[in-house]
Structure formats: structure tokens, C-alpha cells
């Protein structure tokens, strides 16, 4: 069975993308079979893989509001192991047009439930808001795993986060785990960041990934020739750290 992992923080700008694009490439390089769910209508993850988000013909919006079946939105990235149901600007409109509908929150999980043999993971790339998307994002979702970038305000959001995730637990899905938290743009180089570990590590405790993930150019520069960190640069700091981060989190799992 597949495992399924959401990537959430309502947070924007926190690297859910970057970790979700550069995770997934990781596991799939690790002979991992993965499917990466792009559910945030900026669509950033599916540029991220490489595909032209505005050209394409159905996205997860069909599967969401059309009843498509999941099968015929998935597509193949340059990476062997490794398929994505991409999103564009169009899903920004299922946010409302799903409010009428009876299982809206349950939407996600029922559609998914034919792939569920295909992959060892499916990790999708929450939107940063607490709405319905995410919500299906959670509700099909065996744990959350959440990135916390090393800046000042990192914190602030966090028990906010709590929340939603015990919010989803008590109505929606009470199996709902942390599978783990990363800390993203880490620069040992200021007692600011190194001050963040700490705090995050006293809230989070062993749910705190020893990989941490640097600031590192590269990374922000791989999502415009549209690769994963590993195909732009293999041997950057950023590689280095998500192909660690990988291992970790295989062997949690
Ligand atoms: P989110 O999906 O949470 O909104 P993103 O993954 O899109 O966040 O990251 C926000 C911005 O920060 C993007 O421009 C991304 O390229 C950049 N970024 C993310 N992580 C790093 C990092 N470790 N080093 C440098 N830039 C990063
Ligand atoms: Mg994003």
C-alpha cells in the first residue's frame, strides 16, 4: 500500500515545493516508486517537474470537481520512478465550487483509493491556507510532514498548524500523523537559525529531521530550468541535503 504524505504549512514561502519537488526526485533516485500531487493552484510544484502548467489539458481540478479518474491526470517527469498530477490556476475555483458538494472533504481520499497499490509514497504539495484543498490534502493523508523555514517569525504560525492538524483528527481523519519536520534555508552561519533549531527541536522533540536543509542558490534557481535539484545540480549543497533528507525519511518509514 501506498503511503500518503501531505506537506503542509499555512505558511507561504517555507519551501513545501522545494521540499516537495526535491524529496520525491530524492526517493525516486532511491528506487522509491513516488506520486507527487500538486493540489496549489500557483501550480509551482508542477513547473518545478518540468511540465508547462498552462498547457495542459486536465489537471487535478478535473479529478476534484469533473470525477475524473486520477489514472488519466498522471503524468510521467524526467525522472524514472516518478509521476505527478499536476495543477494550474484553474483549481484556485474547486476551493468554492466543492463547498456544495456532500463529501467535500473527502473528495481527495476517495479518488486516490485506485492508485493505492501503484506507489510506495504519495506526497502532495499542500497550498498555504487552511482551506477546503488543504483540508482534502490532510483527510487523505496518512501523516503531514512539515517544513519550517529558520526565520523569526517560523514559530508564530505553528500552533496554529497544531490546530488544524487536531481539528482534522477529531472530524476528519483520526489517524492523521506528524511524520516528520524539516528545517528549510537553515544558515549556520547566524545564531538566529541555529536559535530556530533549537526552539523547533523543543516543540517538535524527535519528530525533527537531522538533515537540515541549507539556504543554498541552487535551489532557488533549479524551479526555472524546471528540474529537481538533483538534475540542475548534483553535486550542489542543496542535492546533498534532500538526498540525505531521503534517506531519513526511508528509514522512519
Ligand atoms: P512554499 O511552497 O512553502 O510557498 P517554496 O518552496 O516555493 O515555498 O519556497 C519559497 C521560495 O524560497 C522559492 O523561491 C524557493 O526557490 C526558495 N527556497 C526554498 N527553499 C530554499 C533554500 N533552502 N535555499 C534557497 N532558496 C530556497
Ligand atoms: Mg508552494
Redesign the pocket.
Known amino acids: 500500500m501506498s503511503k500518503i504524505i501531505s506537506i503542509f504549512?499555512q505558511?507561504?514561502?517555507?519551501?513545501?515545493?522545494?521540499?516537495n519537488v526535491n524529496l520525491c526526485a530524492a526517493l525516486a533516485l532511491n528506487g522509491k516508486s513516488v506520486l507527487s500531487i500538486d493540489i496549489?493552484p500557483q501550480g509551482?510544484s508542477t513547473s518545478g517537474f518540468g511540465i508547462e502548467k498552462n498547457k495542459l489539458e486536465y489537471t487535478i481540478y478535473d479529478v476534484l470537481v469533473e470525477d475524473y479518474d486520477i489514472n488519466r491526470v498522471i503524468h510521467k517527469t524526467e525522472i524514472c520512478n516518478l509521476d505527478l498530477v499536476p495543477a494550474n490556476i484553474q483549481l484556485a475555483g474547486a476551493e468554492i465550487e466543492l463547498t456544495n458538494t456532500k463529501y467535500r472533504e473527502k473528495t481527495l481520499d476517495e479518488k486516490i483509493q485506485s492508485i493505492l497499490k501503484k506507489y510506495d509514497y504519495i506526497i502532495i504539495?499542500c497550498p498555504?491556507s487552511l482551506g477546503l484543498l488543504s483540508l482534502n490534502a490532510l483527510t487523505a493523508s496518512n501523516t503531514v510532514l512539515i517544513?519550517i523555514q529558520c526565520e523569526y517569525y517560523s514559530l508564530e504560525g505553528v500552533s496554529q498548524l497544531m490546530d488544524t492538524v487536531k481539528l482534522v483528527r477529531r472530524n476528519l481523519n483520526p489517524n492523521l500523523e506528524i511524520e516528520g519536520v524539516v528545517l528549510?534555508?537553515f544558515d549556520g552561519r547566524t545564531n538566529l537559525s541555529i536559535q530556530v533549531v533549537e526552539e523547533v527541536k523543543k516543540y517538535f522533540r524527535d519528530k525533527v529531521y537531522r538533515t537540515v536543509?541549507?539556504?543554498?542558490?541552487r535551489?532557488?534557481e533549479a524551479?526555472s530550468f524546471g528540474q529537481p535539484i538533483m538534475v540542475y545540480d548534483e553535486k550542489s549543497k542543496?542535492s546533498e541535503a534532500y538526498l540525505k533528507l531521503s534517506e531519513e525519511f526511508i528509514k522512519n518509514n
Open positions: 504549512n505558511k507561504g514561502g517555507v519551501g513545501k515545493t522545494t521540499t496549489d509551482n504539495d498555504p517544513p528549510n534555508m536543509i541549507p539556504r543554498n542558490i535551489l532557488a524551479p542543496g
